[in-house]
């Protein structure tokens, strides 16, 4: 009987308890301004500079993860540019062929882009100025940013890659001999990615920006620039996925080290 009582009492204090909110019998979801941005990404940058340049991921599957991004292609088969859901390959010679959903990517980033922050840009600026102005933008060194900026710039200088043949040299030997193209005043759109320092041997620290022209018909790796004028919008983003590919090479490769001088010689 004595034992009965206490379970009853026990029993009203815990409804008591619950009633009152001071125990969550569900945890409620954290409202975050950011929560829904993702970037999406294959591969590791460390992977690529190594010469892991096959990889088992279609444009067509790379798409449904993101409307803007950047990458490159099996056998590093230019430089990809994705805007707009559109993926074009800037290859070797400069031009933009729009890019097969069929066509596989070793390393590539994109994110369903959901601009947070935009500005206008009135007076000209090279490109160490503008990314300068774009970093004072950022609410903190601790996220991460996808890019697009909208402009008529007077100069672009740009870099692309020529596919590569087994067995796979290293990104940095490729992009010693990279042909390179220069526009003057030309209208397109730079996208990419701002990353913390903390992505280091996963994805590119700082900017990492490729270029389309108005036209859709060249671009590249943007290298320089100097935009006139144009629009500058940021999407602030908290999320981060990786696939890892299921290749031999991948799966084989030694990803362990540091690599920030490699990737500063492949940026430059």
Not at 198 to 206: A, D, F, L, R, S
Not at 233 to 250: K, L, R, S, Y
Request: glycine share 8%; charged share 20%.
């Amino acid at each position: 009987m004595r034992r009965t009582i206490i379970q009853l009492i026990c029993c009203l204090l815990l409804i008591s308890v619950l009633s009152s909110g001071c125990i969550a019998t569900e945890k409620e979801p954290v409202e975050r301004e950011y929560a829904n941005d993702v970037i999406y990404q294959t591969s590791t940058i460390s992977a690529l500079l190594e010469g892991m340049y096959e990889g088992d991921l279609t444009m067509g599957e790379l798409k449904e993860h993101g409307d803007l991004g950047l990458g490159t292609f099996n056998d590093l088969d230019g430089e990809m540019v994705l805007l707009d859901g559109i993926a074009y390959q800037v290859k070797a010679d400069g031009i933009a062929y729009k890019a097969e959903n069929s066509m596989k990517t070793p390393f590539a980033a994109v994110t369903k882009f959901e601009s947070d922050i935009n500005e206008t840009i009135w007076q000209e600026m090279n490109n160490t100025e503008l990314t300068a102005y774009m970093a004072t933008l950022m609410p903190s060194r601790n996220l991460m940013y996808a890019i697009k900026i909208e402009g008529n710039f007077s100069y672009m200088k740009t870099r692309s890659v020529p596919a590569q043949q087994k067995p796979y040299p290293r990104l940095a030997d490729v992009t010693k001999e990279q042909p390179t193209f220069e526009f003057d005043n030309v209208s397109g759109t730079i996208v990419g990615f701002w990353l913390p320092e903390y992505v280091e041997n996963v994805n590119i620290p700082g900017y990492h920006l490729h270029f389309i022209d108005s036209n859709g018909s060249a671009g590249g790796h943007v290298l320089e620039y100097t935009i006139r004028s144009g629009d500058v919008h940021i999407d602030v983003t908290d999320g981060f996925f990786m696939q890892c590919p299921a290749t031999e090479g991948f799966l084989n490769v030694d990803l362990s080290g540091e690599r920030i001088e490699e990737i500063t010689q492949v940026e430059r």
